[in-house]
């Protein structure tokens, strides 16, 4: 018997999975961003988010042709741009089966001090009185002008206080630009001493060593939440191997934060003056700022900013690096910020190695925030010991309080380390909104706990108020009165935290849709609550897990009666 062999055919698919790409697609993308061919360093990964922006900006929206286009163009896999697109909520990833979006948006801010200024009746208001065919309504959180409630966006135009007849008025126009600003040039800053310092640091003038003295001095610590001593970090970064970078945190989404917007829009040389003196004194081969896309106004204006540096040769041009989010409050956790500028999606990094070790291109970096850089110009000018000596109740210092909610004179403050809130709230807000009382506030913004009433003369700073369950954080103080709502307040904070997890754990992912729901019951175990308050706290990558259960651990602990009177039975 003859048994004969037979060789399986192979089978090959002949080409790549996927939708073939529009080769018409690739030539619209050369024209916009630049050919790629001949300018390779087009092709850079961290460039991702960047070009992703330029096509949003020209087509108003992302289409799978042109993402398919962009991997092409970057010989990037298309999972690598389809996974970063779609993790930014500034990007509108459209499908081959979808529609375009209308070519208008206007996005309504739903943060807690939106909401307590009327922002969702406002949203009810605007879905019923314009034509979905021509125009789209959507919630957005947080967008850093939480003095001006209610605020709405046009296009890329904010409006303050907003109200129906304004926002028409804007649509009247067609003028969806971002609205001018107003801000400090280059010679009137020189005028006033402006980066004198940077030249006596460059000059050896002044060395690092006195400088780091200087800030040790002033009790300068990380204004964006975190509060570590500036010169421990500029020494951390300077004790690891060359070559270094330096990038400043301009991502401030805080719920209730606008500190930063502040001093950007009034005086951005001295902040890019400090930030250059950062930046010096780890000897960085680039600056790198890592801007808010909520803040369209500041990018024309450090841009502009930059140029002047780079006319009148302060700085060497393409050294600082200016760089747009894309609508991700964790992007401001400084390793996903890091993640976030090579272009990729912004999901916190495991530590250790921490930044200051390997951080942005694998590289020592040094990550400041806005304030913080802002604040070594004055201190230098003005001595270390002025800068300390302001403070009450054993602290030193002063804070930038960004106060919104129910008070007569919402906006940036500045005062004094350890003030109460009841010396801030009288001092510098004017009181209580008439016919309000204080029943509770918020310290350091959504995350930073809340704090009742009766609690309203604990100094506010650094280290005073962990003890409470709390932290002040980037001293986001929203204030709330006798005639709120608890749990529509604190359901408004979990609902943020739920969607702006990056979902890369698990605690966090789960847990926050998991206390929300458990939030909107009418009855809360406690003791359900408190463990997986636990369970977040203990297991999140990061500290969004970590402190998204603390306004819920502050409601359990101190207003068991108020939210019996708002009919909310707390079992345990």
Not at 482 to 495: E, G, K, M
């Amino acid at each position: 018997m003859t048994v004969q062999t037979v060789t399986p055919t192979r089978r090959f698919r002949g080409k790549p999975r996927g939708r073939d790409l529009d080769p018409a697609a690739l030539e619209e993308l050369r024209t916009l961003i630049g050919d790629e061919r001949t300018q390779p360093d087009l092709r850079r990964r961290d460039l991702l988010i960047e070009h992703l922006h330029i096509i949003q900006d020209a087509h108003g929206y992302l289409s799978l042709r042109y993402l398919r286009a962009l991997a092409a163009y970057m010989n990037l896999p298309m999972a690598a741009v389809y996974e970063t697109a779609t993790f930014y909520a500034h990007f509108d990833v459209i499908h081959d089966d979808q529609a375009p979006p209308p070519a208008t948006t206007i996005r309504v801010c739903d943060s807690l001090s939106c909401q307590l200024a009327g922002a969702a009746a406002l949203k009810a208001e605007l879905e019923t009185g314009v034509d979905p065919a021509e125009v789209r309504v959507l919630r957005a959180p947080c967008m850093g002008r939480c003095e001006m409630a209610p605020v709405v966006e046009v296009g890329h135009r904010h409006v303050n206080h907003a109200t129906r007849e304004a926002i028409e008025a804007v649509l009247d126009t067609h003028h969806f630009h971002p609205e001018a600003v107003d801000w400090q040039h280059l010679a009137d800053y020189r005028c006033e001493g402006g980066y004198e310092l940077l030249g006596q640091c460059r000059a050896g003038q002044v060395t690092v060593d006195m400088l780091m003295q200087a800030l040790e001095t002033a009790n300068l610590r990380g204004l964006g939440g975190a509060g570590f001593p500036t010169f421990k970090k500029w020494y951390f970064v300077r004790q690891e191997p060359g070559p270094r970078y330096c990038a400043i945190n301009a991502d401030e989404g805080e719920p209730g934060t606008f500190k930063d917007r502040y001093y950007l829009e009034r005086a951005p040389h001295r902040f890019l003056e400090g930030a250059l003196i950062s930046a010096w004194a780890v000897e960085a081969e680039a600056l790198y700022i890592y801007l808010r896309d909520e803040y369209p106004g500041l990018h024309r204006v450090l841009r502009e900013a930059i140029e002047e540096l780079e006319a009148a040769g302060l700085v060497e041009a393409g050294y600082i690096v200016m760089r747009r989010g894309a609508g991700a409050y964790i992007c401001g956790e400084e390793s996903a910020m890091i993640e976030s500028l090579e272009g990729k999606p912004g999901k916190p990094r495991h530590r250790p190695p921490f930044v200051a070790q390997k951080g942005l291109f694998d590289r020592p970096t040094l990550v400041n925030n806005v304030e913080t850089v802002y604040w070594i110009p004055l201190i230098w000018q003005r001595g270390a010991e002025w800068f300390a000596s302001h403070g009450r109740h054993g602290r030193k210092g002063l804070r930038s309080f960004s106060v919104s909610g129910r008070v007569k004179r919402p906006g940036v403050h500045l005062a004094p380390a350890g003030i109460t809130m009841n010396e801030l709230l009288e001092e510098y807000c004017g009181g209580m909104q008439e016919g309000h009382r204080l029943l509770a506030y918020l310290p350091g913004g959504a995350s930073g706990g809340i704090l009742p009433a009766t609690k309203a003369d604990i100094p506010l700073d650094f280290d005073t108020l962990q003890e409470h369950g709390c932290f002040i954080g980037s001293a986001a103080v929203i204030v709330v009165s006798d005639q709120d709502d608890l749990r529509s307040a604190v359901t408004n904070l979990l609902a943020f935290f739920a969607d702006e997890s990056c979902g890369q754990c698990t605690p966090c992912r789960v847990g926050s849709e998991k206390m929300l729901t458990l939030l909107e019951r009418d009855e809360w175990d406690a003791a359900e609550l408190a463990r997986l308050s636990q369970v977040m706290m203990d297991a999140s990558i990061c500290g969004l897990g970590q402190a998204a259960p603390n306004p819920v651990l502050g409601l359990l602990k101190d207003f068991r009666e108020p939210l019996a009177a708002q009919h909310i039975i707390v079992k345990g």
